[in-house]
């Protein structure tokens, strides 16, 4: 999916929604573990039931790889089934030498066809670089991340400016606004007005909203450009709404908040 | 593998090569592709000729994530066939905010067996330490990495020290010398002795020999300390030694060159 199609379908959904598929075997509702996949079975209800309110999805690779091959069975069958309206996020956060980079391009965007993946740009341009051949693909690249931990280098100072500030300038001449995104936690929503000094145009993704606190209303306001440029991804607060039969629906209940939220912040 | 068990694999074999399965179906030789598992014909082959050489592997994930859920059976099927003599390291470069480290921990240390895992430092703490809760296990945290990229933002400056000098401070006080090691690139043999200052007793993973040039003998010699602390990875010039049917008894006739160099440094 490329940019003119994703701001069609923000336009079209009145929404910036990124739903964040943290599928996790010891959250989702116990009568799924009769299934044959419970993890697909779980996502393919969540699924089913946002796919109207929200322009994205987030694969939390993590959670797919502690399961082994079953779990990236489930990934593709993700895939497949959430189709190709919505932007899908492999939030998988690789970034090696070139030549290994290359092979996690190859993993995730043609073994698995999604449309975008997280990198960790501690590595520098060649580590990038390979995820930014591909048409219509996107790297998200690390910048202020929503943990404690990101005090621990990316808040440090990096010559007269901090280190994340040099990420996100220094990364952003490696692509273009067409295939580059960074990651920008909600819970720093008084950094949005010098990241958007340093991106005017990017789009932004902005995990932390939802079971991290960030708001939603102070993302917007301060985060936002004239082409919308953010995507704002809940995981836990809409996917684990109920731990019940009813769970589906109750994530349905979750995201319409946001969507409705959303849709009043668009204006 | 413990660190005591580490340093008894180096006495006893005179050597502390690790050999990169950077398994890539484009370079194995072609009569391999017939194999029902192609992957792991390879990888069982370079194992049987090369185990008594080296006291570690190194399993380059993003090779096999290319070849999704098939790779991930080749990758669980290669460490059963190592067993528990070599050190066997994920070089996954992974890390992200607390739960999903977790995940990934998960991933390589349980669903999978690896003794230890490469990480990425850029979101700090909380992503590096859910690696450092498990016994007999590794978190192997990138410092300063053999690619050119490395001058993007590791040789920064940080303060009054640059950022690769900050990470390993910092992060060698989130865990041990039993349970972190450190990537510092071969190529920059100039910098083991700024290293070796900051970590004096952690054991060191050293790619950039062999393919990309670094010297082993000035590795040794700047990087080296009384209980060893290195682990020297090469990995194309061993494995792909040979791309015809001679290709095993190649790569062990290339690790031996490395071995016998080692012995020699080992004194």
Partial sequence: ?????????????????CIGLDTDLTEIPSHLLEEPDPIFAFNRAIIESTRDLCVSYKINTAFYEAEGERGWVAMRKTLDFIGRDHLVIADAKRGDIGNTSEQYARAFFETLSFDAITVAPYMGSDS?????KWRDKWAVVLGLTSNEGAADFELQPSGDELLYERVLRTAAGW??????????????????????RILPDHFLLVPGVGAQGGSLTEVYQQGSNREFGLLVNVSRAVIYASAQADFAAKARAAALVYQQEMAVLLG
Same sequence: chains 1, 2.
């Fill in 128 to 132: 990038i670089k390979p995820f930014l």
């Fill in 175 to 196: 692509g273009t606004k067409e295939n580059t995104m960074f990651v920008i936690g909600a819970t720093r929503a008084e950094a949005f007005a010098n990241v958007r």
């Fill in 1 to 17: 999916m490329n940019r003119t199609q994703l701001i069609e379908q923000i336009k079209a959904k009145r929404s910036f929604l």
